[in-house]
Nanobody, 116 residues
Framework: QVQLVESGGGLVQPGGSLRLSCRAS????????IGWFRQAPGKEREGVSC????????VYADSVKGRFTISRDNAKNTVYLQMNSLKPEDTAVYFC?????????WGQGTQVTVSS
């Protein structure tokens, strides 16, 4: 079983950048697909990006394409989400999740607030 811990959230001005980290323990992360999700107040959770375990292929939501980049460092058992050109609508709690058959394991989330 894998445990996930997100970090790197915070308050940033519009146009700024943050890098979120999702560190795994209890199991090697390279066997899992990893996804980033977010949930804003009063809204449903939505998928932001994911990266496969096999070939490192990536998928992005249209709302973040060209601004966010997902990457993984299997040696550090960590997946990152580099977020650039942040907008107020990116404000949410960001979660990472690990996938074998479904999104089986979730972190506790990290708050990202984009505001001037």
């Amino acid at each position: 079983q894998v445990q996930l811990v997100e970090s790197g959230g915070g308050l940033v001005q519009p146009g700024g950048s943050l890098r979120l980290s999702c560190r795994a323990s209890g199991s090697s992360l390279d066997a899992y697909g990893i996804g980033w999700f977010r949930q804003a107040p009063g809204k449903e959770r939505e998928g932001v990006s994911c990266i496969s375990s096999s070939d490192g292929s990536t998928v992005y939501a249209d709302s973040v394409k060209g601004r966010f980049t997902i990457s993984r460092d299997n040696a550090k058992n960590t997946v990152y989400l580099q977020m650039n050109s942040l907008k107020p609508e990116d404000t949410a709690v960001y979660f990472c999740a690990a996938k074998l058959t479904g999104w089986d394991y979730w972190g506790q989330g990290t708050q990202v607030t984009v505001s001037s």
